[in-house]
């Protein structure tokens, strides 16, 4: 159960799936949409902006600001999607952090396909911390986590090979 927070004034759960004293469905296409949109604490809310902040400018080096966009709003719609058919309804999934994970899957992919083994190393390294920290601190959603990683992994693949396909 979320409380009041003391930032905004508003209980959070009426926004995120209690409207006007009926609960909406975990599968509903408003809670999956408004989820990502939503944060319970400032500090929550500056620690996806940094990571968006950060993972935006690196993926820079690589790609346009529209391919990171792209992978940002391919994101947060697949992780709709397995809120919408994996999500457990007595947990409360909120944060953009699953969207975020997007970018730094793809940005797991140009360390890799670098071709130097310091990049490939750390790509491996940050990857399984992502994965081992998503496991192991509580009221983390490692569903959004996950297929929002997978995502960015899955993206950057094609359009890299695509693009790798297309110089030869």
């Given at each position: 159960?979320?409380?009041?927070?003391?930032?905004?004034?508003?209980?959070?759960?009426?926004?995120?799936?209690?409207?006007?004293?009926?609960?909406?469905?975990?599968?509903s296409?408003?809670?999956?949409?408004?989820t990502?949109?939503?944060?319970d604490?400032v500090?929550?809310?500056?620690?996806?902006v940094?990571?968006?902040?950060?993972?935006?400018?690196e993926?820079?080096?690589?790609?346009?600001?529209?391919?990171?966009?792209?992978?940002?709003?391919?994101?947060?719609?697949?992780?709709?999607?397995?809120?919408?058919?994996?999500?457990?309804?007595?947990?409360?999934?909120?944060?953009?952090s699953?969207?975020?994970?997007?970018?730094?899957?793809a940005?797991m992919?140009?360390?890799?396909?670098?071709?130097?083994?310091?990049?490939?190393?750390?790509a491996?390294?940050?990857s399984?911390?992502?994965?081992?920290?998503?496991?192991?601190?509580?009221?983390?959603?490692?569903?959004?986590?996950?297929?929002?990683?997978i995502?960015?992994?899955?993206?950057?693949?094609?359009c890299?090979s695509?693009?790798w396909?297309?110089?030869?």
């Amino acid at each position: 159960v979320v409380s009041q927070t003391d930032w905004f004034d508003y209980d959070l759960q009426s926004i995120a799936g209690f409207i006007g004293g009926q609960e909406i469905s975990v599968s509903s296409l408003w809670k999956s949409i408004t989820t990502q949109r939503l944060h319970d604490s400032v500090y929550h809310l500056l620690v996806n902006v940094i990571a968006l902040l950060y993972l935006s400018h690196e993926l820079q080096k690589y790609n346009s600001s529209k391919k990171n966009f792209l992978i940002y709003l391919s994101g947060m719609i697949i992780v709709s999607l397995a809120l919408l058919v994996f999500a457990k309804e007595e947990i409360l999934y909120i944060g953009s952090s699953g969207a975020i994970a997007a970018l730094l899957g793809a940005q797991m992919i140009h360390l890799y396909l670098s071709g130097d083994k310091r990049n490939k190393a750390a790509a491996i390294e940050v990857s399984l911390l992502f994965l081992v920290l998503t496991i192991v601190i509580p009221h983390i959603s490692t569903l959004m986590h996950l297929a929002g990683f997978i995502v960015g992994l899955v993206f950057e693949s094609l359009c890299s090979s695509r693009d790798w396909i297309r110089r030869r």
